[in-house]
């Protein structure tokens, strides 16, 4: 397993992996990163030095990406852990979780003290990674990512 930087190349790969995994769960609705146009242009959303994004690739394929992104309306120091998503052909070996450690540790480095995320209940096996590694449940969202369909959302101070 190889992770890395996301490149432009990558943009359709991961885009294509990231609707896949909503439309497993159904989930693949407006107002989620499903019809959110960054999603096709990933790269160009990270190129610059505020966020980051990491894709995972076993055996040349693209299966697994996470990243951090300072969302608009953010309070200062926070930023946001975004697209963490997994192909269903390499879950349950703890990629999900690597993936996460390196976006907060990187994260940690940016210098930002907390990260948010937003979520379904659907996607209860990564909601219990998120428990799992020290997110904490708020009652409203922050900031304002335009994916008003997520409805679950996370705090974790680092």
Known sequence: ???RK????D?????????TVLEEFGIDKLGTVYTDPTTDHLYDLFSDNTS??????????????????????????CVEL??????RDVRGIGLGKKLMQLTINEAKKAE?????????????NAVGLYKSLGFK???APLGNSGHFACNLWMLKEL
């Open 112 to 124: 930002y003290q907390s990260i948010y995320l937003e979520t379904l209940p659907e996607l209860n």
């Open 1 to 3: 397993m190889e992770f």
């Open 82 to 87: 975004v697209k963490l998503y997994i192909s």
């Open 6 to 9: 996301i490149r432009q190349e």
């Open 52 to 77: 980051d994004y990491w894709i995972a690739e076993l055996n040349g394929k693209i299966v697994g990406g996470c990243g951090y992104f300072p969302t608009v309306g953010l309070e200062n120091g």
């Open 137 to 139: 449940i708020l009652e």
């Open 11 to 19: 943009d359709t790969g991961i885009a294509t992996l990231i609707r």
